[in-house]
């Protein structure tokens, strides 16, 4: 292979061609071009017109997909729909609709880009070896050639329909990543709805907060009762009428040892013991209940000898009710729930990332990410011996976010 000259003066590098330049670019990078060839030659190849319409067909079909996926992430009614209730097709569609339109998004225009390359870069099989060090000025100067080269070759740039499309379907494509981000700026103080099982749409409330308006709450257990069949004069029906989806409890409904996850339940919700009204619907209340984010407690009872070892927090010594201690069930570290509880060692595990709470110490973290307690639910009984919250949580639950104290 001969030597390849390689001081070349600005009035010698001006004359040369682009064609010039790519070439001496390739041989100054011990680059040797194998094989090439174009892939369409000769001039107005009608197989070039259908490749160029295929891309074209992919590249509109991405930007369609991008602008429903945009229509939808914006007009779509995302409001939560619960069993029941009306619109719960079109509110379930939601999510997989966005994936859907994303995903075919991103695929077609991966397609179309896959497909430009394969039928209209040149077919090219090249060998380079590589140096160390900073490039010369020769170096930059033929690489941009060699830039330039390949922009010409590709021939994109006389594809005016094609660079369009290119384009559009790229911003979009780019808006698809870009645009769920809204969803995140929010204004947390923001009240979104009245006070009720699900709070009021600030991240501190939840289906106790109504404590402190007064409202008596239950502690109530899921019974996982669904509508029932009814025979009447027009025939079998199913009705969630006289259904109770949760109960009360009472201390006795507890064996020491155990731990029962509860919701709060309002006292005009209640159907059930002396309460109960074959009639009421109460189904739905008790769903939103169960659905509530921050809704869910551990009642634990301890056993006799464990209680008597108990650690109580500081300003919080009354809120248990003698064995019964009630920790919110949504892990301090980000939210999952912290279900199984450990009665020989009284510790509260979450299975997410293994944080491990002490439920004898105020469910203190021992092990794990999380770095908070579990807070803790002032629970005491009525005076018809029903377990009900003694008042709101002093502390919210669930992950850390930035506007909170503790
Ligand atoms: S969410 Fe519980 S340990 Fe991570």
């Known amino acids: ?163 369009g499309l290119l384009g559009t379907a790229g911003v979009l494509a780019g808006l698809v990543v870009i645009a769920p981000l809204g969803g995140l700026i929010k204004n947390p103080w923001r009240e979104r709805h009245a006070l009720g099982y699900h709070g009021d749409g600030t991240l501190w409330t939840h289906g106790w907060t109504l404590h402190d308006q007064g409202v008596k709450i239950y502690l109530a257990r899921d019974t996982g009762a669904i509508a029932e069949k009814h ?55 008790h769903m939103h209940s169960l659905h509530g984010p921050r809704n869910a407690v551990m009642l634990i009872r301890l056993r006799s000898q464990d209680a008597e070892k108990v650690v109580e927090r500081e300003g919080q010594e009354d809120f248990h009710y003698g064995d019964f201690y009630a920790y919110s069930k949504i892990c301090t570290h980000i939210g999952c729930p912290t279900s199984l509880y450990e009665a020989q060692t009284n510790r509260i595990l979450c299975p997410c990332h293994q944080s491990q709470f002490d439920a004898l110490q105020y469910g203190k973290p021992i092990f794990g990410p999380a770095a908070r307690a579990l807070p803790q639910l002032p629970v005491t009984i009525d005076e018809d011996g029903y377990l009900i919250a003694k008042g709101n949580f002093v502390e919210p639950v669930g992950p850390a976010f930035w506007e909170r104290q503790s």
């Open 1 to 163: 292979m001969s030597e390849v000259k390689k001081n070349y003066t600005d009035q010698e590098l001006e004359r040369m061609s682009n064609a010039e330049l790519a070439a001496l670019g390739t041989e100054l990078d011990d680059v040797t071009v194998a094989y090439r060839k174009e892939r369409f030659p000769v001039e107005g190849d009608p197989r070039e017109k259908s490749a160029a319409a295929g891309i074209n067909a992919w590249l509109a079909v991405s930007v369609v997909t991008a602008i429903a996926f945009l229509g939808i992430y914006l007009f779509w009614p995302w409001e939560p729909k619960f069993h029941g209730d009306e619109g719960l097709w079109i509110y379930t569609a939601y999510t997989p609709l966005l994936g859907l339109t994303a995903g075919l998004s991103f695929l077609s225009l991966g397609i179309a880009m896959v497909q430009y390359v394969k039928k209209f870069i040149p077919e090219e099989i090249s060998v380079q070896r590589r140096h160390d060090g900073r490039s010369s000025e020769l170096d930059r100067r033929t690489t941009t050639a060699l830039l330039n080269d390949a922009w010409e070759t590709s021939t994109l740039g006389r594809r005016t329909a094609m660079k």
């Open 231 to 285: 025979a009447g004069a027009a025939g079998e029906h199913y009705s969630t009428a006289g259904v109770s989806r949760l109960v009360r409890m009472r201390p006795e409904d507890l064996a020491a040892g155990a731990m029962e996850t509860i919701f709060p339940l309002y006292e005009e919700d209640v159907n059930d013991g002396d309460k109960y009204d074959p009639k009421r619907d109460v189904y739905e209340n």
